[in-house]
């Protein structure tokens, strides 16, 4: 069973397919329920995965190799073969970020039962979505990871394109664009290094980059070689995190995007590329990524504040939140210029706290988007009284945002600066201000909707129990990280030791 | 030896196709336009039974080409004219610029 | 006893848990779920205060997690500074769900207001607690949260909701500054803990710049939450929570707890003659600059706001010259008279409905306990002899001198005297004379839930300055001696003229206070006459508020404005560029694609003539 | 100077004359006329070359064959005699590029020489070519065969009149 | 050579050729004497038959050995069973395409297109296994001039009148300028078969004609970019894929380009392996920059006109354009990848150009137009229609779990394979992809997120089987690429390709 646990994994969404295959499209009901039952299946088996994955043991498990794809070529030298492999496996990292996908995931399908329409090809979609993801998390080789990227952007265009609000279709192009650019700066560096070595795994990527450079002279793999290829990876990431000045993009899907295809995207999706930058950034090259560990700091601290202050005068909440997310983004690059312990540990849980705080609050904007029709901070205003527990969740949420102690918030934030503050304190010190700054747009968005004197919304009705699973289930991730985080640090530390050990540091 | 050399052959048959090549892309009658190909397909001939003569391994498979190109050359003007008969019945018109449309 | 007392804070916090969840609950009653369990807290804090008191102490830790080789660890530790700050919050807060208690009678949210001081509650008594510089973190930025969801408890006002966002911010702004400041100590030292810092300091690991910066780096924490210059203006707005709010947060505990860490990292600061005279030139001047803003305030909150960070800077100024146990003291005194005035006020508040001094008058017989325990009040923070401000009064000035300090001597007594004024204008205004405005009718005395916790105060408030005085025994710096801290030159006792200058600086501002505002013998608005343009500025604030916003708050918002430019035209502009060029380019293609047959062989011998003049030209064809 | 060389130039004169002449006349059937001396004269060049079979047989094509189904279409498509001329600027671009292309290619082969020629070409030149048309080239022959017939049901499909089927089909 | 030297030729090998000249003499013969009014969907049958049996021809083939006929001028070898394959593929399903053809002008001249179309076939073919100029010319021509008429079969219909016209004086000229370079070729070395002639190229003779050649070389070859549709000889394309009928379309989009492709890759690769460069290097190595900025040009100007099309079938010219530029890519770095590389993405592109237009041909039926409105809520209307078409435009784009991803992987593969690699290519068909990303992309925002109140689209059954063929294919080749890989290393053995077996030994100059 073991032996074939993470690909049951990663393709039973594909149940939910199946099944849906077969329900009358006009069966709101039935749908609906598939489509959180759909997603049910696969974090059971999340959950069965865990089970059996050995906390702090051998740095990958559940391993499966098949091969799967064979390119032979006649060089002077004699056959040669390019052969790619199905691998897949998991260590700490990629655990815990499979286990933030299928949690989000239920979560975003319950938050789903507010989509209007055509409910079938959207589950469908959704659950294409969640494969995609859960398999770029297992991937353990350049194809698979490629191919399972790749999945992702497909269900995200058509989900953002079809039920997203009134500039979807922009907002779909803009993201297909976008990552588009990233997948095919990542293309042209997955073949050449496939090219160069022969093999596409990344353990034996990162071994044949760490031989001596005299051996790598004969694989025509240079110093320079190795740095080139960082910064496309860089950059192609970059793309994904979503990096100034190639964040627009993502604004733009928050702002269209369908609430639960949201909490997705900012959930999951932008964490594939912090996922990237370290397992191939860090993991790969990591003489070249010291090196460059100032550029990716400053960009980090540019993120971080540039992020801070266009989310500052922001009208409407979704851009707050959108801006927001960039701003945070940078905290994760902040952690890994830093390139120590602590650094790497706060950027880790920077994605995971990232994850669910942003889930949570895209899931509220959407429930208030559904009671109010609207996303604009002027529509609110004192949203506690009639619906306290909204209100409640929301602040939370907002406070967890700003970072304070006992929310995930505050150690991703505080590891991360922890560790810049080691390698490049003045840099580090500039980044603080983002800290203020965040307070400030986060109280400000948060406060003018649920305090102030109460405005009119055409609906005002509290959370519904249905709602309040998702938001109460992400409040209780976020505090239970908060306050024992030793719980998901116990599960990071044998990959990020790996790492950090290529890294020196 | 005071035979006509090989150069000369060549400046001919590019000359020729220089002028079927002009035709083919100048000239507005559609039926001209076709005979102009077949002049550049004759330069081409040319060329063949020159080398059939002067060259490395001199022989007569530059004619027997030659007698391919032929062939195929009057087929094609055979059938460019044809098509070109079914269209001046539904156009009424030989002008090759004012078939045109299809574009951008 | 002592391993118990990790329990402490849980209490409030098991208050906040089960009070929220009775959220929807109408009935009051439900109040005494937080009176009890803060109560159970005070007993247990009194038990620890006693044992340390007979020299115990402890320190226990556990890994909280583990970052690479190195542990962050939690736990608590009891030592004789947090024992008695532990009882001093425990025992406002008591006081304080005993007095809400009947001050938030009839309000519709009541369980949930003290939800909201349990959790306030845990987090001063966790912060006290803390063993270490980032537990202590944590807890302050909790400590903020709850002052932040207090004032914002009338979230429909907008002024609260301002207020609320301003004191998060501006302390945010602090607590900035100590982070940056733990998190190079830790890179220094390689460790949170106190106790591997003190050590580090002591062996002299630390360079001198770096312990200079590190100690201020920690006081602009303390400068923020403790409501000091320039970051002070957020502690007047916050009394637009409910005033028991006031007196436990804004008085008594959260701001005090700015002057509680620089006592609690004093070692470091005493390594630094530069950090300490920071700490005590910032203390003196906002003491005399807050002084003087009250002076001329209409509310009575404010006035006590005021007054609250004058007194802060007081203790500041105290540690700055190195006179902690002066410090302490002074912390410790403000706490039961601070909290008693503002108790007192909202009693005053609870009768008249209203804050504005001048609608108010003649109070002093129908409030007839409200009225001598604001007095009792108003003498101690005077500073008039034998009551608990004197003698930790006494203290400062005596150290300060001692310290050489003689400029911001001078500048307390000054303060000194101001506070007398305006602590007995205020009371000459709002309990002598004759009432004033509409709101003579049902006034009537506050039940007595609120009254108790008023005496109680008022009866500390009287005797707290007996924990050291020069006549009866220095009971509290001998206890502070146990502690961590060595203390700088034991007591201060300088010239014996210096408590009589406070007490002629006291005596003062009291006569003129009543030469102004109760005899009338010099017009009121003398001041405002003689001087306009000063008295305006003082009015105003010194236009602080005005000046951030001009500055700080514009420059941001415009920084923003820019950077929303700059994404539009900029970000989006180069993408639309580079898309629009794409499509012209597929304009220009699609012309070229114009229908003519001829055109495209043109096109085809063009592109292999290009070709072969390529070739030609670079493969060295006339060669 | 030889005979040869005479002749040569003579035809070659004349090919290009005939060539100069379809681009300069304005009549359409003139223009086909010229591009039959072109034809032939180039026919005579084969016979320089030694290739007397291909020279037959470009004349037997081109100049028989190709120039009356090109009149034959002149005719059945009934166009005004005058051939309008191409706007000025197609023709200079044109112009200059083939004019670029002639003078690229000309420059090298000027003098291309092997220095050697088959002399033995006009021996038996017919019955050599057939029997290697039919022994080494017999695949290609066949192909050629098919793509005439190709040809010859195409045009008669593309060219038949649309009336008589409209008739079969009423 | 007396007849028995000709008799003692293994001609069995061309029995796929022969079954195919057999099937359309036989089609023709029998149209000529079937009545004007039926139906001449039995043809359709029949000539699909005639291709299964080429192809079953072919795979019993597949373990001969590499067989020469009179010189080269017939050769069967490993590539050319390979190349086969797709061709008649192509064919077979062109043909299932047209049989359910319902456009009632078109059927009169039903019987002319499926003999045309296998005699189209059939020079392609010839192309596929010949290595004798002479033969590859006529092959090329046979398919063109059959082409050409295929083109207008539309009599009635202006568009497809002018469409073959464009077809007949580009492809003309297109003809004239590849002969005229082959007659260099021929000329300097005096040789028709290619070996032959690859071995004269040796000759230090040449070396002082490095340039002439070149000029050959290139000239040749922009002559033959004509047939695959790239620059600089592309410009037809959008203009007669327009005009044509969608069968003759797909035709030309796929078959006739597999084959321009095989004719490049044979007379190229063969003629020039050894060939003197300008600078004593080898040519191929010289030519490179030229290919590849001929690759990158059309790459560019298919993508990028292609955004403006609001035409479906001229949108997918214009994508046919570029995809013969992505095709070039591995053409230009001569990697030893270079024949599976090409052999799959020819196809996989067969499978998703094939299947585009099969949807194509149905919706223009239906609607009457060939504008890209007709996809309209294509997917309200008819799903199984909807999601085959996604896939193959997603194939086309190149994105994951499609044969296009595996090939533009494997075309990646090739350009960065060898030292140096070429980045700036892959970066120009990494940036035209995505430029592609978008008409595709629009195609299907059109399908999906559009509505309209069009009715059901019914699918002929045939086209169904096509559809579902195509579709899958695309899958599993983008799923499991082995089984075409597996396929093509375990029954082809490319070095085959380079084994010069008749020249060597009996080749006589007998003249």
């Not at chain 3, 990292?265 to 005590?280: G, I, R």
């Not at chain 5, 009169?108 to 004798?132: H, K, Q, T, V, W």
């Not at chain 5, 209307?381 to 086309?396: G, I, K, Q």
Request: charged letters at 15%.
């Amino acid at each position: 069973m073991n032996a074939w646990l993470l690909s049951i994994l990663i393709f039973s969404p594909l149940l939910g397919v199946l099944v849906l295959m077969f329900v009358p499209s006009s069966d709101e009901k039935s749908i609906k329920w598939l489509g959180v039952l759909g997603t049910l299946f696969p974090l059971g088996i999340a959950l069965v995965v865990l089970s059996a994955f050995k906390m702090g043991g051998d740095e990958l498990q559940l391993t499966e190799k098949f091969s799967w794809i064979s390119y032979e070529v006649f060089q002077s030298k004699g056959q040669v073969s390019y052969p790619i492999f199905y691998e897949i496996g998991v260590n700490g990292l990629s655990m815990v970020l499979i286990l933030l996908t299928a949690v989000v995931s239920v979560l975003a399908a319950i938050a789903s039962f507010s989509i209007k329409q055509n409910w079938k090809s959207y589950f469908i979609l959704f659950f294409l979505l969640e494969m995609g993801m859960l398999g770029v998390f297992a991937a353990q080789n350049l194809f698979l990871f490629f191919i399972f990227f790749e999945i992702t952007l497909i269900p995200m265009f058509f989900l953002i394109g079809r039920w997203g609000y009134l500039e979807r279709e922009k907002a779909a192009y803009s993201f297909l664009i976008y990552n588009g650019v990233g997948s095919a700066i990542l293309l042209i560096v997955f073949v050449a290094l496939f090219m160069k070595t022969g093999t596409m795994n990344f353990q034996e990527l990162a071994y044949t980059f760490s031989l001596p450079q005299a051996e790598l002279n004969q694989l025509f793999i240079t110093k320079g070689f190795k740095m080139g290829m960082l910064i496309a990876l860089l950059v192609a990431f970059a793309v994904k995190l979503p990096v100034f000045p190639l964040h627009s993009w993502m604004v733009r899907v928050h702002v269209q995007a369908p609430p639960a295809i949201v909490m997705i995207h900012s959930g999951i999706l932008l964490k594939i590329g912090a996922y990237g930058v370290i397992v191939f950034g860090a993991g790969m090259f990591p003489d070249q990524f010291k090196s460059l560990a100032f550029v990716i700091g400053l960009f980090g601290v540019i993120n971080l504040l540039y992020g801070a202050f266009l989310a500052l005068t922001q009208t409407d909440v979704k851009r707050v939140l959108a801006y927001s997310s960039v701003s945070h983004m940078g905290i994760v690059l902040i952690g890994l210029a830093a390139g120590n312990t602590s650094g790497m540990t706060g950027a880790v849980f920077q994605v995971v706290s990232h994850g669910l705080i942003s889930a949570l609050l895209f899931f509220l904007i959407g429930a208030l988007y559904e009671r109010s029709g609207s996303s604009e901070l002027s529509a609110f205003g004192g949203v506690a009284k009639r619906m306290p527990i909204l209100a409640g969740v929301f602040l939370a949420g907002g406070l967890a945002s700003l970072g304070l102690p006992g929310m995930s918030g505050f150690i991703s934030e505080f590891m991360a600066f922890l560790g810049l503050f080691e390698k490049m304190p003045v840099l580090a010190a500039v980044g603080t201000l983002g800290l203020i700054l965040t307070a400030v747009y986060v109280l400000r968005a948060v406060l003018s909707i649920t305090f102030g004197a109460e405005k009119e919304m055409p609906e005002s009705r509290d959370l519904s129990s249905s709602e309040r699973v998702p938001a109460f289930v992400l409040l209780a991730a976020i505090l239970f990280i908060g306050i024992y985080p030793a719980w998901l640090n116990d599960m990071l530390r044998p990959t990020l030791d790996a790492i950090l050990l290529g890294l020196g540091g | 030896m005071s035979a006509v050399p090989l150069p000369a052959y060549l400046m001919l048959a590019l000359i020729l196709f220089c002028i079927g090549l002009f035709g083919a892309l100048t000239k507005r009658n559609a039926v001209i336009v076709l005979i102009s190909i077949e002049l550049m397909l004759n330069a081409v001939n040319i060329n063949l039974v020159a080398f059939a003569k002067y060259s490395l391994n001199p022989g007569l498979t530059g004619q027997i080409f030659s007698l391919f190109t032929i062939t195929v050359a009057a087929a094609e003007a055979a059938v460019g004219l044809a098509i070109l008969i079914a269209l001046y019945r539904n156009r009424k018109t030989v002008n090759v610029d004012e078939m045109d449309t299809m574009k951008r | 006893m002592l391993q118990m007392s990790w329990l402490i804070p849980l209490f409030p916090l098991l208050s906040f848990i089960l009070l929220l969840l009775f959220r929807k609950s109408k009935s009051e009653s439900t109040a005494w779920i937080g009176v009890l369990l803060t109560g159970i807290s005070l007993v247990m804090s009194i038990g620890v205060f006693l044992a340390v008191w007979q020299g115990e102490g402890i320190k226990t830790e556990g890994t909280w997690f583990q970052m690479g080789e190195r542990a962050i660890t939690m736990g608590f530790e009891v030592n004789p500074l947090n024992a008695l700050m532990l009882v001093i919050v425990s025992l406002v807060s008591f006081l304080v769900h005993l007095y809400s208690k009947g001050y938030m009678h009839g309000d519709d949210r009541f369980p949930v207001f003290f939800a909201y001081l349990g959790l306030f509650s845990f987090a001063m008594l966790g912060l006290v607690l803390s063993p270490n510089l980032l537990q202590l973190y944590m807890f302050w930025e909790l400590v903020g949260l709850g002052s932040f969801l207090l004032i914002g408890f009338y979230y429909f006002k907008p002024e609260a909701k301002a207020a609320a966002k301003k004191a998060f911010v501006m302390t945010r702004i602090g607590d900035v500054g100590l982070f940056i400041g733990m998190v190079l100590l830790f890179w220094q030292v390689g460790s949170f803990e106190y106790d591997e810092i003190f050590a580090s300091v002591k062996n002299g690991d630390l360079s001198s710049g770096m312990l200079t910066l590190t100690a201020l780096c920690i006081f602009v924490g303390a400068v923020g939450k403790s409501g000091q210059l320039p970051l002070h203006t957020w502690l007047p707005d916050a009394m637009e929570g409910p005033t028991p709010v006031s007196a436990l947060i804004h008085a008594a505990t959260m701001v005090a707890a700015g002057v509680y860490l620089v006592a609690a990292m004093y070692p470091l600061f005493q390594a630094s003659e530069a950090a300490l005279t920071v700490v005590a030139v910032v203390g003196g001047l906002t003491a005399i600059f807050a002084a003087s803003i009250g002076l001329m305030q209409k509310d009575i909150k404010r006035v006590l706001a005021y007054s609250t960070v004058s007194q802060l800077g007081y203790m500041m100024l105290a540690l700055g010259a190195s006179g902690y146990v002066a410090g302490i003291f002074h912390l410790t005194t403000h706490a039961f008279f601070k909290a008693l005035l503002f108790l007192a006020a909202g009693s005053v508040i609870h009768a008249v409905h209203t804050q504005n001094i001048e609608e108010m008058g003649g109070l002093w017989k129908k409030l007839r306990i409200t009225g001598p325990l604001f007095l009792i009040g108003a003498l101690a923070i005077s500073g008039v002899p034998l009551l608990s401000g004197f003698f930790s009064k006494d203290e400062i000035l005596a150290s300060t001198y001692a310290d050489g300090k003689y400029g911001l001597f001078w500048l307390a007594v000054i303060a000194a005297f101001m506070t007398a004024f305006y602590m007995f204008r205020l009371f000459f205004i709002v309990f002598t004379g004759e009432a004033r405005g509409e709101t003579e009718k049902g006034v009537h005395e506050s039940p007595g839930v609120m009254t108790f916790p008023m005496i109680v105060l008022g009866v500390l408030a009287v005797v707290a300055g007996y924990l050291n005085t020069t006549w009866f025994g220095t009971f509290l710096s001998d206890y502070l001696a146990q502690g961590a801290v060595e203390l700088p030159h034991g007591d201060h006792h300088g010239p014996a003229w210096i408590p009589l200058v406070a007490t002629l600086a006291a005596a003062l501002g009291i006569a003129l206070a009543y030469l102004i505002y109760q005899r009338g013998t010099l017009s009121r608005d003398w001041i405002t006459r003689s001087l306009p343009s000063l008295s305006d500025v003082i009015y105003n604030k010194w236009y602080i508020d005005e000046g951030y916003d001009q500055t700080v708050v514009k420059g941001t918002r415009g920084l923003s404005k820019l950077g929303v430019l700059f994404d539009r035209y900029i970000v989006d502009g180069l993408v639309t560029a580079v898309t629009t060029g794409v499509q012209r380019l597929g304009r220009v293609g699609s012309r070229v694609q114009n229908g003519q047959v001829q055109s495209y062989g043109t096109a085809a011998i063009f592109g292999i003539v290009i070709l072969l003049l390529i070739v030609a030209l670079t493969g060295g064809y006339f060669s | 100077m030889t005979g040869e060389m005479i002749a040569f130039f003579l035809l070659a004169l004349t090919a290009i004359t005939g060539g100069v002449l379809l681009i300069n006349l304005t009549n359409v059937v003139h223009m086909v006329v010229a591009l039959i001396f072109t034809f032939i004269a180039i026919a005579g060049i084969y016979i320089t070359l030694s290739a007397e079979f291909v020279a037959v047989v470009q004349v037997l094509i081109y100049s028989g064959a190709i120039t009356i189904i090109m009149l034959f279409g002149i005719m059945l498509t009934r166009h005004q005699e005058k051939e309008k001329k191409a706007p000025r600027l197609k023709i200079i671009l044109t112009g200059l590029t083939i004019g670029l292309f002639f003078l690229i290619m000309y420059g090298k082969i000027k003098d291309l020489n092997f220095g050697q020629q088959n002399v033995e070409l006009h021996v038996e030149n017919t019955k050599k070519i057939g029997v290697e048309l039919y022994s080494h080239y017999v695949i290609p022959f066949e192909l050629t065969s098919v793509l005439l017939l190709v040809a010859l049901i195409g045009s008669i499909i593309l060219a038949k009149r649309d009336d008589d089927e409209k008739e079969a089909k009423k | 050579m007396d007849l028995d030297t000709l008799l003692s030729f293994k001609w069995s090998v061309m029995a796929p050729e022969f079954i195919i000249l057999g099937v359309a003499t036989l089609l023709s013969v029998i149209d000529l004497f079937m009545k004007k009014e039926s139906s001449r969907t039995p043809l359709a049958w029949l000539a699909g038959a005639g291709v299964i049996g080429a192809l079953a021809a072919i795979f019993m083939q597949l373990d001969t050995e590499v067989t020469s006929i009179l010189f080269d001028t017939y050769r069967l070898d490993s590539f050319s069973k390979a190349f086969k394959i797709l061709l008649l593929l192509g064919t077979l399903l062109v043909l299932v395409l047209a049989s359910n053809d319902k456009k009632e002008d078109v059927e009169e001249n039903r019987g002319e297109f499926y003999y045309l179309l296998l005699a189209a076939l059939l020079g392609a073919m010839m192309m596929a296994s010949s290595a004798d100029l002479i033969t590859l010319f006529v092959g090329l021509e046979l398919l063109s001039l059959s082409s050409y008429i295929m083109a207008g079969l539309e009599r009635q219909n202006k568009r497809s009148n002018e469409s073959a016209f464009k077809y007949v004086v580009s492809g003309g000229i297109a003809t004239a300028i590849t002969l005229f370079g082959m007659s260099y070729v021929f000329g300097l070395t005096g040789e028709t078969n290619l070996f032959l002639i690859a071995q004269t190229m040796q000759d230090p003779e040449l070396l002082k004609h490095s340039f002439l050649l070149m000029f050959a070389f290139l000239i040749t070859f922009a002559g033959l970019t004509f047939k695959i549709a790239a620059a600089p000889l592309h410009m037809w394309a959008p203009d007669v894929y327009e005009g044509a009928p969608v069968p003759v379309t797909a035709f030309l989009s796929v078959v006739s380009k597999t084959a321009g492709f095989v004719i490049l890759l044979r007379f190229i690769i063969i003629t020039f392996i050894a060939a003197p460069g300008i600078d004593s290097e080898s040519l191929l190595l010289e030519v490179q920059p030229y290919v590849m900025a001929l690759a990158a040009a059309t790459m560019i100007i298919g993508n990028v006109t292609a955004l403006r099309q609001r035409n479906i079938k001229r949108m997918f010219a214009y994508s046919s354009i570029a995809q013969a530029g992505y095709i070039l890519v591995p053409f230009v770095s001569n990697s030893s990848l270079l024949f599976e590389l090409i052999w799959f993405y020819l196809l996989a592109y067969l499978f998703m150009n094939i299947g585009a237009f099969t949807i194509i041909q149905v919706l223009s039926v239906q609607e009457k137009s060939n504008d890209i409105s007709i996809f309209r809520g294509l997917f309200k209307r008819s799903p199984w229609l909807a999601v085959p078409m996604t896939f193959f435009l997603l194939s086309l784009a190149g994105i994951p779990i499609t044969a296009g991803f595996v090939g533009k992987f494997g075309i990646f593969m090739g350009a960065l394979g060898l030292e140096p690699a070429h980045y700036w290519l892959a970066a120009v068909m990494m940036a035209t992809t995505l430029v592609s990303y978008v008409y595709y992309f629009n195609v299907i925002a059109v399908m999906f997120f559009r509505d309209s109140e069009r009715t059901r689209v019914s699918v002929p059954r045939g086209m169904a089987a096509v559809l579902a063929f195509c579709a899958v294919s695309t899958i599993l080749l983008g799923i499991m690429p082995d089984l075409a890989l597996d396929f093509f290393y375990g029954n082809f053995d490319i070095n085959e390709f380079f084994m010069n077996i008749e020249a060597v030994d009996t080749h006589t100059h007998d003249h």
